[in-house]
């Protein structure tokens, strides 16, 4: 991403924000939203790329049924 040890620091130490343009990156490269990136999404995903769409709805269903218990 073409970006220093010095600006991930200072990223990291809350002496700078990074561009929107760079969140937009970052959140791409991570395959995360932006609001997750700035803490204010705390949902939680899961990753069903390749499976089925019976499969996933397989994992949906055991998702309802804890939630009800």
Known sequence: MNV???TISN???NNIL???DM???ISHYFSVSTDYLLELDNRFY???SG???EQIA???QIINDIRRH
């Open 4 to 6: 220093t040890k010095q």
């Open 11 to 13: 990223w990291e130490n």
């Open 18 to 20: 990074p561009s929107i």
């Open 23 to 25: 969140l937009v990156k």
């Open 46 to 48: 899961l990753e069903v």
């Open 51 to 53: 499976l089925t769409v």
């Open 58 to 60: 397989h994992i949906q």
